[in-house]
């Protein structure tokens, strides 16, 4: 139970700094409206490090929580119970992310479009087109989840927190663009559930379809991918 409580606080603060950088750069009135994609990512980043290192044996991602179970460090029940914990923590973290700024929900109501607005929770395409964006999703975990695999395999303490921070941002760089990199279930369904269950005026859909192929399915066969790189070619 205790790890299980550390990957939903870990998941809860994961998505606190991501949903809330995405928040603080497209609501009005916020001290950094409009800082771009850059300053996004940057947090991301960062928040993630800041994650791995008060909570340093968490996976915070069911994609990788699967990885694990094939790597046959966990078993299948406690791969189901982290991902159901981390969504529990993904849809906490946004609803906390919701009432930090709640007022600047309210001054944002009919200023700004209702699809940005849903896009602070959950990631959306630059240009849809299902199958290259479940190509670009399933590419990218992929390459995070074998990196992750390569980081943890350096034994310096301090390694993995700061390396996956230096992943996850030179990832968002060079393949976030055509999807928004979620990578992660938790960090977009969890977020994506919360949405559709707050209040906020005049929601835009909350677009399952894409949310349940793309950010959905693809980390999970990413994750297949790492296993079997890893495995047989990393000799994990």
Not at 53 to 62: E, Q, R
Not at 121 to 135: D, E, K
Not at 195 to 208: G, R, S, Y
Not at 218 to 226: E, L, N, S, T
Request: charged share 10%.
């Amino acid at each position: 139970m205790h790890q299980l409580l550390a990957e939903l606080m870990g998941t809860a603060l994961m998505i606190i700094f991501g949903v809330g950088v995405h928040a603080d750069t497209v609501l009005n009135d916020t001290k950094y409206h409009g800082s771009g994609h850059l300053f996004a990512i940057t947090t991301w980043a960062f928040g993630i490090s800041i994650v791995l290192f008060i909570f340093p044996t968490v996976s915070i991602n069911p994609a990788m929580a699967l990885t694990q179970f094939f790597l046959g460090n966990i078993s299948f029940i406690t791969f189901v119970e982290t991902s159901i914990f981390e969504m529990i923590g993904g849809v906490l973290g946004a609803v906390i992310v919701y009432v930090m700024y709640a007022d600047q929900f309210k001054h944002s109501y009919d200023k700004v479009d209702n699809v940005v607005i849903r896009n602070i929770f959950s990631t959306a395409p630059g240009v849809r087109n299902l199958p290259r964006n479940f190509f670009v999703e399933f590419f990218a975990t992929f390459v995070f989840l074998t990196g992750i695999l390569a980081i943890a395999a350096i034994k310096t303490p301090g390694v993995v927190p700061i390396g996956v921070g230096l992943l996850v941002w030179a990832i968002g760089m060079g393949m976030g663009g055509p999807t928004g990199f979620a990578m992660n279930q938790a960090r977009d369904l969890g977020p994506r559930i919360a949405f559709a269950l707050l209040p906020i005026k005049n929601k835009a859909n909350a677009d399952w379809q894409y949310g349940l192929i793309v950010p959905g399915l693809a980390p999970f066969c990413g994750a297949v991918a790492a296993f079997l790189f890893s495995k047989f070619y990393l000799g994990m």
